[in-house]
Nanobody, 130 residues
Framework: QVQLVESGGGLVQAGGSLRLSCAAS????????MGWFRQAPGKEREFVAA????????DYADSVKGRFTISRDNAKNTVYLQMSSLKPEDTAVYYC???????????????????????WGQGTQVTVSS
């Protein structure tokens, strides 16, 4: 069992930056790949970024490439999402999630699918004003 708690959301002006954190409980955090997803009002939840268990492999949605960076600190049981050059269209509730299947065992697209993740946090609101 893994419990995930996101923090770091808030209100920011367009062009600004935020860093989201996701703290995990349990001693097996390093056994899980991690992802960030977001959901805007009236829209489906969408993939943002993912990172492998070791942190050596990452991938991003095209809409955030070059602006967002996912990282993790397994000693602190925490995964981060550094968001820069924020746009109003980045406004959403952001969720972190954990997946038990190692990146090297599946195609990279496996980590893009929310249905493949085993555990989810409660979400943190990010609002970008124009």
């Amino acid at each position: 069992q893994v419990q995930l708690v996101e923090s770091g959301g808030g209100l920011v002006q367009a062009g600004g930056s935020l860093r989201l954190s996701c703290a995990a409980s349990g001693r097996t955090f390093s056994s899980y790949g991690m992802g960030w997803f977001r959901q805007a009002p009236g829209k489906e939840r969408e993939f943002v970024a993912a990172i492998s268990r070791s942190g050596t492999t990452t991938d991003y949605a095209d809409s955030v490439k070059g602006r967002f960076t996912i990282s993790r600190d397994n000693a602190k049981n925490t995964v981060y999402l550094q968001m820069s050059s924020l746009k109003p269209e980045d406004t959403a509730v952001y969720y972190c999630a954990a997946v038990g299947v190692p990146w090297e065992y599946v195609s990279s697209s496996y980590y893009f699918e929310a249905s493949n993740y085993n555990y989810w946090g409660q979400g943190t609101q990010v609002t970008v004003s124009s």
